[in-house]
């Protein structure tokens, strides 16, 4: 089993910035993919930001209306992937989940997790 644990969000704002932070523990051989995702009010969860590994190097995605304002990083050696938010506006408002995908086990026997953090809440208002 894999637990993710977030820290940051809060109040701030607009035109300010937070930083959202999320580790993980556990039963974990390897990780596939670190991100964020965010659900609004009466709206469907989207992606954020996410970044994967891979034996090409892996990727960095993200959502086009955090582009150029969020920068998401991770620490492979701690197994923490971090969300800066800078810029922040009222649309950002919203319950930020850390997701983890990736295999437990061991190299004779892995099964893939898919684990998602309880949520920690963004707000952006003056």
């Known amino acids: 089993q894999v637990q993710l644990v977030e820290s940051g969000g809060g109040l701030v704002q607009p035109g300010g910035s937070l930083r959202l932070s999320c580790t993980a523990s556990?039963?974990?051989?390897?990780?596939?993919?670190m991100g964020w995702y965010r659900q609004a009010p009466g709206k469907q969860r989207e992606l954020v930001a996410e970044?994967?590994?891979?034996?090409?190097?892996?990727?960095?995605n993200y959502a086009d209306s955090v582009k150029g304002r969020f920068a998401i990083s991770r620490d492979g050696a701690k197994n923490t992937v971090t969300l800066q938010m800078n810029s922040l506006k009222p649309d950002d408002t919203a319950v930020y989940y850390c997701n983890v995908r990736g295999d437990s086990g061991s190299s004779n026997y892995r099964y893939s997790f898919d684990s998602w953090g309880q949520g920690t809440q963004v707000t952006v208002s003056s």
């Open positions: 970044v994967t590994s891979g034996t090409s190097g892996g990727s960095t």
């Open positions: 556990g039963s974990i051989f390897s990780i596939n993919a």
